[in-house]
């Protein structure tokens, strides 16, 4: 799909690599992560733990191999609320992107965007110039965190939102520009380049062409290769509904916010609660599921 799609740049998360390690055409990549895992020993724990960096790794470096920009590599779900394990990982994912040849430049590090997550990006990007991507986005909240600890890029989650509110209202449809997800991304977006913060804004985990054609200037969008084969037959063309213009324009206030105010100000917004929790679980039982495998 990436060789058909020709994206800039490319996405991992643990759901992903535990479906691509199951596919005979890769098995030769997983052959060699439980190898690395062997030579390096340890306990059967530790084995298992390198095993399974590796093959991300190895995954990340042969989609590289595909892509002129960046693959974002993810650290996992379970050190979500654990800021000094997630920068040890991070640290250790690049030192073995390393090993094969692949510089920090080229990567991008996941991160659940906790309040610790975010404050463990803050600490690779300043400390070690390595560059974070800031995933399970889904409140206003987590957004302006993000931001003020100056991460380079955060993938705020538009279809899981609509999930969210599809299953939890008595609305089960609706029109992209209304669509809770767009208009969470819209924000952020509108934000962002209003108070001229560089962090790169990516809309991801789309459900519809509807969403993605909504969001059409921001920044970047990370999308599906259903979908994008769904907009390759299109033939319309797409004006910009973002645009820093508009966005400097827009009437958001500039928010200031430490530990307690975020975790007040995320913790107001329901969706965003369940959803960070949800998605993390979910990372984390494939995460135990790939470990699993390669048991």
């Not at 298992?48 to 779900?77: H, M, Q, Y």
């Not at 767009?182 to 952020?188: A, D, P």
């Not at 994008?228 to 004006?239: M, P």
Request: aromatic share 8%; net charge neutral; charged share 30%.
């Amino acid at each position: 799909a990436i060789d058909e799609y020709k994206p800039l740049d490319a996405t991992t998360n643990p759901s992903l690599i535990l479906a691509a390690a199951q596919m005979p055409a890769y098995q030769k990549l997983v052959d060699d992560a439980v190898a690395y895992g062997k030579k390096l020993g340890g306990s059967e724990e530790e084995q298992i733990k390198n095993a399974s960096d590796k093959l991300f790794v190895l995954f990340g470096a042969e989609i590289l191999k595909r892509i002129p920009g960046r693959v974002s590599t993810e650290v996992d779900a379970r050190l979500s609320f654990d800021k000094e394990g997630m920068i040890q990982r991070a640290r250790r994912l690049i030192d073995l992107y390393k090993e094969v040849g692949v510089g920090k430049d080229r990567i991008l590090i996941k991160l659940s965007s906790t309040w610790e997550g975010i404050q463990a990006g803050r600490v690779l990007e300043a400390e070690y110039g390595i560059h974070c991507n800031m995933t399970l986005l889904f409140s206003f909240a987590q957004a302006v965190a993000c931001a003020e600890a100056g991460v380079t890029l955060i993938s705020p989650f538009v279809g899981r939102i609509l999930d969210w509110y599809v299953a939890n209202g008595d609305k089960k449809t609706y029109e992209p520009s209304e669509d809770p997800g767009v208009k969470s991304v819209t924000k952020i977006y509108n934000y962002y380049k209003k108070f001229g913060y560089k962090t790169i804004v990516m809309g991801a985990s789309f459900r519809n062409t509807g969403q993605i054609k909504a969001l059409t200037g921001c920044d970047y969008l990370t999308i599906s290769p259903k979908l994008l084969a769904e907009l390759s037959k299109e033939h319309v063309k797409l004006t910009p509904t973002l645009s820093v213009k508009e966005a400097q324009a827009c009437d958001l206030e500039k928010i200031h916010l430490d530990e307690k105010a975020f975790r007040w100000h995320h913790n107001e917004d329901q969706m965003a609660v369940e959803k960070l929790s949800d998605g993390i679980r979910r990372f984390a039982a494939d995460a135990v599921k790939l470990e699993r495998m390669l048991k």
